[in-house]
């Protein structure tokens, strides 16, 4: 198999699985007494210790950030600003909505970044970054409210925890480029894991609230962990040694297109023409963008 078909073919189960470990964290709220933020501390602890000895098992040199005050500082930051919180308000909308509207709406962090990206440079954003804008937030209204304007279709908090994954995914985007690009991303990913998973459980005290479920709830929790969280990260991180980017970011349109046909096959989560229209014009976003970047000539 050539090396850019493996390379397509990674990048699109990493955003699955994603998609996937969604819906089953939402049945696991469903049907079981179990509090977000605990799942979030065992999937960042477990995924972290997973890849960290994934690195060590390639001879990667994990432990290089920590030679650096200054890289260290930057990790554990990251840890908490970047990787805890993406998990964190994601999980949370989840709970407080569904897995598809929750990964929807994650998807409007590249209008998260224009807008930062502007701000920063004081420029105003290109004709095509407009078009993005206004289509992510008319999309997003349609989506929250199905096209009855007078009324929201999810509950207030998981719009607003689904915003500010939006915002989450965005830091996790923006803030990591150095040490991505100095340790690479298994050590810095499997790191900031841990770390942020070790801030949750001890903010929280997640050994205090260890839920009482049934072998079938504990194969959902390792599915979220191993293959939603560990090989997802896996599979979409070494598919960057085979293609460029942008055509990665692109195949993460598949996360919420996932999310949201496994919620509607198995937990009955329904969205009406607006709310498909309104997750078209946010999904989209990406594509042009991704368009735009192939014609400058930065895909392969």
Request: proline residues 4%; hydrophobic residues 60%; contains cysteine.
């Amino acid at each position: 198999m050539q090396k850019k078909t493996m390379g397509l073919i990674l990048a699109s189960a990493g955003p699955f699985l994603w998609g996937s470990s969604g819906t089953v964290a939402q049945h696991l709220f469903n049907t079981n007494a179990i509090s977000p933020l605990w799942l979030v501390s065992i999937r960042m602890l477990v995924s972290g210790i997973l890849l960290i000895l994934y690195g060590l098992s390639r001879r990667a040199p994990v432990f290089a950030v920590f030679q650096q005050p200054r890289a260290t500082v930057k990790l554990v930051a990251f840890s908490l600003l970047g990787m805890a919180s993406v998990q964190l308000t994601y999980f949370m909308a989840i709970s407080t909505g569904n897995a598809a509207t929750a990964a929807i709406l994650q998807f409007l962090s590249p209008v998260i970044i224009i807008f930062f990206l502007a701000c920063v440079n004081w420029a105003w954003p290109s004709k095509v970054d407009v078009i993005s804008v206004v289509s992510a937030i008319l999309g997003t209204i349609l989506i929250v409210t199905e096209g009855h304007l007078n009324s929201l279709a999810l509950p207030v908090a998981a719009v607003v925890w689904g915003l500010l994954a939006a915002v989450g995914a965005a830091v996790y985007t923006l803030m990591p480029q150095t040490l991505l690009k100095t340790y690479g991303s298994i050590a810095i990913v499997g790191w900031s894991m841990l770390i942020g998973g070790l801030i949750v459980s001890v903010a929280t005290q997640a050994w205090r609230h260890f839920p009482s479920l049934s072998p079938f709830s504990w194969l959902e929790v390792a599915f979220v962990v191993i293959f939603g969280t560990m090989l997802a990260y896996l599979f979409f991180l070494q598919s960057l040694e085979a293609i460029m980017p942008t055509t990665a970011s692109v195949l993460g349109a598949i996360e919420p297109l996932a999310a949201t046909i496994l919620s509607v096959l198995f937990l009955n989560v329904t969205f009406n023409f607006y709310g498909i229209l309104g997750a078209i014009m946010i999904v989209g976003v990406t594509m042009l963008q991704f368009m735009v970047a192939k014609k400058a000539g930065f895909s392969d």
